[in-house]
Nanobody
Framework: QVQLVESGGGLVQSGGSLRLSCAAS????????MGWFRQVPGKEREFVTS????????YYADSVKGRFTISRDNAKNMVYLQMNSLKPEDTAVYYC???????????WGQGTQVTVSS
C-alpha cells in the first residue's frame, strides 16, 4: 500500500504561483509512475500531469502546458507540482496519485484545495 498526502494548496490571485507537494509513505515510489489530477465539484476528475518512475517521460494536459511543472524526488519519496501563471479556471481540488503502470492509477491522496481569485 502507498499512502499519499498532498499539501501546499491555498488561495492565490490570478497570475500567482503555488507549489503542491505530495508525500508518499508505506512504500518507496521509485518504481511508480506519479500523477496529478484535479476536480471541480460537479465535474469529472481531469488529468493534469504525470511523470514516469524514472522521470524520463512527462506528460501535461494542454490546459497547463507551459505553466505547470511536475517533478519528483525518489530519495525523499516526494512529488511536486509547481504551478505558475495561475488562472481562475485552475481552481479545483488537486490530487496526487501513484500508478504501478500509468495510465491506471492505483493509489490516491485526499486532495488539496487550490483557489485562484480573479
Amino acid at each position: 500500500q502507498v499512502q499519499l498526502v498532498e499539501s501546499g494548496g491555498g488561495l492565490v490571485q490570478s497570475g500567482g504561483s503555488l507549489r503542491l507537494s505530495c508525500a508518499a509513505s508505506g512504500r518507496t515510489i521509485s518504481s511508480y509512475d506519479m500523477g496529478w489530477f484535479r476536480q471541480v465539484p460537479g465535474k469529472e476528475r481531469e488529468f493534469v500531469t504525470s511523470i514516469t518512475w524514472s522521470g524520463a517521460r512527462i506528460y501535461y494536459a494542454d490546459s497547463v502546458k507551459g505553466r505547470f511543472t511536475i517533478s519528483r524526488d525518489n530519495a525523499k519519496n516526494m512529488v511536486y507540482l509547481q504551478m505558475n501563471s495561475l488562472k481562475p479556471e485552475d481552481t479545483a481540488v488537486y490530487y496526487c496519485a501513484a500508478a504501478r503502470k500509468a495510465p491506471t492509477f492505483d493509489y490516491w491522496g485526499q486532495g488539496t484545495q487550490v483557489t485562484v481569485s480573479s
